[in-house]
């Protein structure tokens, strides 16, 4: 079995009882973190020397519509309703499960090459088996870990999820996999009727599999009423965005153990409304984060976690000074809080608390090698602050279930050309496909570098 052992780094675990950051050495067998120490010694072991820089667990993008990568950035300045009606309503429906595939394969390789070791891909462009299992594949052939939150493309309100397919993807070769596993992305309480909603949660309940829904923007509808008198709430549930939920509707969701996923960049851009952030702190929880579509936002989880930051601080400097004439005297929120939204509670919402999110021993060896010798972080007099405000260039190496999967700089084991290449190919006809319908009004056209 293959040992490695990483030493010189500062490290931080995110773990509790830790300091935040510690000179420490860490030995990870096979798939897993086996000791971490001050000084450990070993025999038969690659040693590699991490001096000057800092290592995090793997990062979380709890929430990414990865197919959607085949239009990076082509909607930036759309609003929702815009973003709603381009992308599901005319690029969706052309979408074949070769577009699936290299925009899964793409965006996870995009992840990775950001730091992000564990991905909740919410997949709802999947109208065929085909279509959803090239998008596992182009999950497996990218080598992170993720979680498959199966969705449906344009489901009625009282149509239930199709259980034959979660039962399909359970039952197949997905099972086998060590980095793959399934949850269910439901239409949820606020686009499904009572009895649909309380049926999709019971189902996800009886397989013990995270459900994933959308609450943005309006109260909740009368079916969460419904869900909630059925005792449907709780650790495997996970609402996304959360925007327009009451004040008692996120303290019941809270003390039942719901994990919330903002999206704050996205949120803010797009017309979610404001992030459900603040609320959350307030009754003693907090967020995990996604990027939400590559159409509109970058896929950077660290800078996710910095605007959800940022934007908070400022809510609560503008409510302090209301008050009091003055902003906040100390920071509401720290650096560390925003680190934590991106590991442990990423991990947490995806239902892999035991699994990743810290680096521990008995822990799957998923972590991020961070250069703070570079310009924009060195000297690194904050090992928290400097690897949150680390950029893609900072990014040095990251390993996956103890398998390296960057290192110094560059993706390991793939054709990044090949697979540029073919997301162009598909990018440009699905462009065309978008112009055919609405023109060129609200997003680029031209054609990208090659």
């Known amino acids: 079995m293959i040992r490695t052992l990483l ?13 935040d950051a510690e000179g420490i050495d860490i030995l990870v067998e096979g798939d897993r973190i086996v000791e971490i120490a001050e000084h450990i010694d070993w025999p038969e072991t690659e040693t590699v020397d991490l001096s000057g820089r800092i290592i995090i667990p793997g990062l979380i993008n709890a929430h990414l519509h990865t197919w959607q990568s085949v239009l990076r950035l082509a ?4 609003t929702l309703l815009e973003y709603l009606h381009r992308m599901h309503g005319i690029v969706a429906q052309h979408c074949n499960p070769a577009d699936i595939y290299i925009g899964n394969l793409a965006g996870a390789l995009n992840q990775i090459n950001c730091g992000t070791t564990t991905l909740g891909d919410w997949c709802h462009n999947n109208p065929t088996p085909e ?7 182009g999950l497996q052939k990218s080598g992170i870990r993720a979680v498959f939150l199966h969705s449906t493309p344009g489901r009625a309100p009282d149509a239930p999820h199709p259980l034959a397919e979660i039962d399909r993807l359970l039952d197949g070769p997905v099972r086998a996999h060590e980095l793959i596993t399934i949850g269910m992305a439901i239409a949820g309480p606020q686009h499904s009727t009572p009895d649909v909603a309380v049926a999709d949660l019971r189902a996800a309940d009886e397989r013990d599999l995270v459900a994933s829904m959308h609450q943005s923007g309006g109260e909740p509808a009368p079916a969460w009423e419904a869900v909630h008198r059925a005792g449907l709430f709780g650790p495997r549930t996970n609402i996304v965005h959360g925007a327009g939920l009451t004040g008692d509707w996120v303290t019941t969701l809270v003390e039942s153990g719901v994990s919330f996923t903002t999206t704050p960049e996205n949120e803010l851009g797009h017309g979610h409304c404001t992030p459900i952030t603040g609320q959350l702190l307030r009754r003693g929880a907090a967020p995990s984060l996604g990027t939400d579509t590559e159409t509109a936002v970058s896929g950077e989880i660290l800078t996710a976690a910095r605007i959800a930051l940022a934007h908070q601080r400022g809510l609560d400097h503008q409510q302090h000074r209301q008050a009091t004439d003055m902003m906040s005297p100390t920071a509401s929120v720290t650096s560390k809080q925003a ?4 590991t442990v509670e990423g991990a947490r919402a995806l239902g892999l608390a035991d699994t990743v999110g810290r680096l521990e021993p008995g822990m799957q060896a998923d972590l991020v090698v961070i250069d703070a010798t570079a310009l924009n972080l060195w000297p690194a007099h904050d090992p928290i602050a400097a690897a949150l405000h680390a950029g893609l260039a900072n990014i040095e190496a990251v390993m996956v279930a103890g398998r390296w999967r960057k290192r110094d700089h560059a993706l390991i084991d793939v054709d990044v050309d090949e697979v540029k290449s073919k997301l162009l190919e598909s990018g440009e006809r699905l462009v065309r496909e978008l112009n ?6 609200g997003y680029a056209t031209s054609q990208p570098p090659r």
Do not use: C, F, K, Y
């Open 7 to 19: 030493r010189g780094a500062q490290v931080i675990t995110m773990s509790p009882g830790r300091p």
């Open 131 to 137: 279509h959803t299992d090239a998008a596992v594949e």
């Open 339 to 342: 680190l934590s939204w991106a």
């Open 436 to 441: 055919a319908v609405v023109g060129n009004a």
């Open 75 to 78: 909607g930036a300045d759309w």
